[in-house]
Structure formats: C-alpha cells, structure tokens
C-alpha cells in the first residue's frame, strides 16, 4: 500500500470577488463541528444510506481498534495478517439523529475497496485486500442489522477498484491493482467472467507507480462511462465493450489518479421535460509525474494548484484550466445541494500512501460552477484537525457535509508520528446553513419522505419560506449519496430538474410543479435526496426513490 502541523491558512477576502458573486451565501463562510471525539475506528469509507445513518469502514488489518464488538463477539481469522482474533469493530454505523456509533462486524479485509448502493437501498461493497479481495459484502439499512459476506462474489481480486451503478440497476466494478478489466454484479445466470478494458493498461506507469488506480467513473446523460484514469479519459460503450470516444490528455500531463491522488466530480445536470442538455466534468489537484518517488525517498513536491474541467457531451471537447487557491492532494470533492461543489481535505505536498504526504490543507474551498473562470473559488473556514491519506467527507440530508478518516499509517498510531490516526468525526456547515439565512430557507411540507418515483412524471412540491421569496431563484434538485473513499466520491451526482414557475399558496407556503428525470441515464434507479433551492439556500432533503 502506498501512503499522510502546518503553517496556518490565511482566508481570502471575499470583496476581490464581489463583482462576481451575488449570491447571499457569500458573506459567509462555513462552521465546523466537533460531532464525536473517537468513533473507534478510522473512516476510510464511508456512504449515507436512506434511514439517515451512515456506514464507515476501515480494514481488519490495523490491528485492535477503539470500539469493541458487543457482547463478546470476536473475529477469529487465521488468515489475518494483524491478529488472528480481534474482538474489536472495523466498521460502524453512525446515527445522525443520535449523534452515536454502533459497532458493525466484517469479517475479511475491506482495505481499499469500493461501493455503491443498489436500487434497494442496500450497500453493496466489493472487494479489499488479502482474503477479502473478491468478496462481495451486503449491508442492509435496518436497526440491528450487520454485513453479510459473499465469499466469491466477484471474479477477480478488486483493490483500489471503481464501482458505479448502472442504468439497469447492476454494479460495473472497474479496475484495481493489476487487474485492467471489469466485471459486473450481481452476475447473470451463472456468468463469471471479466472484461478487459486497455485504457486501464495504457493509462498504468508501471506496477511500481501506476497512476491509474481508482478511476473516476461516471454514467453519461448517453448511457456510456466516462472513464479517468492518469491524466486522460474515454467515454466506454460497457454494453458493446468498446471505446466510443477518446477525449484530450489534461493540457500539462500531471497525474491525477492514485497515487497521484486527486479528485472528480460530475458537474449539476440540469434537465428539460426531463432530458439532461449537457454533462461537464471537473477535475482538480493531484500531485506532479514523479511525486510519489520522490516521497518515498523524503522529498515532498508540492501538490498540483490546477483544476480541468470538460463537456463530455460535446463533439470537440477541450479541457478548460483553471487554479485553485490552494494546491492540494487527497481532497474530497461533494457535491452540495445548491450545485456548488466542496473541496475539502487533503495536503499541500507528496502524494497518497503511508507516511508520505505533508502540509496539511485545513481549508475547505467551494466552488461555484455557474460564476465565469477567475471567480468561481471562495475559501472557508478552516478546521483544527488534519484530515490525510485515508480521510473521507460525504453529504448529509440536512445539508451539513460529514468529515472523518485520516491514518497514513500501518497500523492504529496514536503517538510519536507526525499525524496520528484521527478517530474524531466533524461536520462542516456550509454557509447557506447560517441563521442569517433561516428565512430565505425552504422546508419542504410535501411529499413526504421515503416516496417513491418513477421516471419522466410530473411532481407537485410545496414548501413553505418565512421570508420573501423570490419566485425566480428557486429550483429543485436530486442528490445521490457517494460511496467515499480514497478521494473519489463514487456514484455521486446532482440533476436540477426541469421546473415550471412557482405558485403562490396562503400562509407562506408555495407550490412548484417539477418533471422527474427521464431515465436511468440520467439518474440511475434508487434513493435520492431532493431539495428545495431558493436563492442558492437549500432546504433540507427528503428521500426520494426513483425507478
């Protein structure tokens, strides 16, 4: 496995940039929260699921954790490369209402794996390392329930693999150390193979410092893969099994993908009667060609500043450069219910591994998408925790964004090291949660939550707002909740739906009439959160399901 106090981060002024920003949010900017000290285990994955509680797992290998297994269980592996009986948690579900942890129990290696949930609302996690490598895990959401383990669920050993859903309803599961191919799950009757896929090879610096692990995948509003991995991308028929469309290197060629560690995200899709126009996607940090030799070595370069950003449904696509204020590797990129994107976590140099980034980056940063090039970043508040190798950041229903993970180590280090295994869970608040923003933020009254929808239907949503609303500033949008880990948020994507104009009710409360999206293209079948936006504020999200 490869492998993370600093000088203080001033915070940029906003006034540079008030020209370009009128959004009311601007003024603000973001509050941290100290949720739990110690969740017992470090949260190298993590994914929301649709009762509100979200499932965090690090790896069975660290050695004992801080949270017990309840009432005398133990895990007795003889194949365990750290102990061979552990009656301590390597994974946890963490209850947002409660603000508590209940320990979970896995029983073979989950390190540096991947995930999505199915259209049941069920984590599927595929793969690890040891004897877990092709071992398929089911977690169902429900009060006292724990993971169940397929023993052979999967073809071939998947560590530092890609999982996405797909249009109908199955996982793909691309890549992982040495394996340049891809399978599906659930297999079809009897089917156990995999697929090769040669941009996984051509994309590959060798076995000693690859690059292309953990590609960044998304489903495009066509129904192909959009697949990076190094510094460049294809857009894959996964049907057909063939490549469709190559797209340009990123103009300077740095790496991006591990260890070379940045992050993607699929930019807001905004859709008519239904049908998406177009899909952009942004990719930012990484670290420069030769970082990670380097950082074996104890020379740390400094991690890439540059952002990419691509239409991937354009004929002649071009990456669009652009700088963020501050370099970084291993952030976190979460898409927020406004459409802005959060880039959070990570360091200023090295690259991801054991033991070999530095300078921790404490500052988030949001960027806003729909503001021209040179003013689209604006700095938050820092926090006080160092988040490296193997943090993580996912989005919640109420708005909020949970932070948690970060252990360059072996092992649980708790002392003596440079950055000690963090345990401690935090929430950042983005700014449009400031109470400054109480009465311009809507709350939903209908549906209720947990409804079910179907594809290409019109939707009556009524809110209510406090203050006075602004009939042309409101939409509304659907999230799907990422599977995190490794600085890529899997499955992660945002559709505006296509709305017709808002009416006024009594008492304060408003109605508008939306078209579901139009097909699983455009939002594969499952459990969504929907909000109401009023003047980039967002509501609170209800759970939709769509199919």
Not at 59 to 87: E, Y
Request: aromatic share 8%; net charge positive; proline share 6%.
């Amino acid at each position: 496995m490869k492998k993370c106090t600093t000088l203080p981060h001033l915070i940029l002024s906003f006034l540079l940039l008030s020209t370009f920003l009128f959004s009311p949010t601007d003024a603000a900017d973001g509050k941290w929260e100290l949720l739990l000290k110690n969740v017992g285990i470090s949260a190298m994955h993590m994914q929301l699921l649709h009762n509100d509680r979200v499932v965090m797992f690090d790896r069975t290998n660290f050695g004992p954790s801080n949270l017990s297994l309840p009432n005398g269980v133990c895990r007795k592996n003889p194949n365990d490369t750290a102990l061979k009986v552990d009656c301590t948690a390597h994974s946890a579900e963490y209850d947002v209402a409660s603000n508590t942890v209940r320990p979970l129990f896995v029983f073979t290696d989950t390190w540096c794996s991947s995930g999505a949930v199915n259209p049941s609302g069920s984590l599927v996690q595929t793969g690890g390392s040891n004897e877990g490598e092709k071992r398929v895990r089911v977690f169902n959401p429900c009060a006292t329930c724990d993971w169940k383990e397929i023993q052979n669920g999967l073809v071939n050993r998947r560590w530092y693999a890609t999982d996405h859903i797909l249009p109908d309803g199955r996982q793909i599961i691309i890549g992982g150390r040495g394996e340049f191919n891809y399978e599906f799950y659930p297999k079809s009757a009897g089917s156990m193979t995999a697929l090769n896929l040669q941009f996984l090879q051509e994309t590959s610096d060798g076995a000693a410092i690859e690059n292309n692990l953990y590609p960044f995948v998304f489903i495009n509003v066509d129904g192909n893969l959009f697949i990076f991995a190094n510094n460049r991308a294809i857009l894959f028929d996964y049907v057909a099994g063939k490549v469709v469309k190559t797209y340009p290197t990123i103009p300077g060629g740095e790496p991006r993908s591990y260890p070379s560690t940045g992050s993607a995200v699929l930019l807001p899709l905004k859709s008519t009667k239904g049908q998406a126009v177009e899909a952009q996607v942004l990719v930012c940090g990484g670290a420069p060609k030769g970082a990670f030799v380097k950082a074996l070595k104890g020379t740390y370069m400094d991690a890439l500043k540059s952002c990419a950003r691509i239409k991937i449904t354009d004929s002649n696509p071009v990456w669009v450069m652009e700088d963020m204020p501050l370099a970084r590797i291993m952030g976190d990129m979460t898409l927020l219910p406004n459409g802005d994107v959060l880039i959070i976590n990570g360091a200023g140099q090295g690259a991801a591994g054991w033991d070999i980034g530095r300078q921790p980056v404490l500052t988030p940063v949001v960027y806003k998408p729909e503001n021209v090039v040179g003013s689209r970043f604006v700095q938050q508040n820092p926090s006080a925790i160092a988040r490296m190798y193997h943090s993580t950041a996912v989005l919640l229903r109420d708005g909020r964004v949970l932070v948690g993970g970060s252990n360059p180590h072996n092992r649980y280090e708790f002392s003596n090291v440079l950055f000690p295994t963090e345990l401690a869970l935090e929430a950042f608040s983005p700014s449009y949660l400031d109470a400054q923003f109480a009465r311009l933020r809507p709350s939903i009254i209908s549906p209720g939550s947990q409804v079910r929808l179907g594809y290409g239907r019109r939707l009556a949503i009524r809110f209510s707002i406090t203050g006075t609303i602004a009939l042309n500033s409101v939409s509304v949008t659907m999230v799907s909740p990422s599977f995190t880990t490794h600085s890529f948020a899997m499955n992660h994507r945002l559709v505006v739906l296509a709305s017709e104009k808002v009416k006024a009710l009594k008492n304060s409360t408003f109605q508008v009439q939306v078209t579901t999206p139009a097909s699983g293209n455009l939002a594969p079948a499952g459990y969504y959160l929907l909000h109401v936006v009023h003047q980039k504020i967002p509501s609170a999200g209800i759970w939709v399901k769509i199919r």
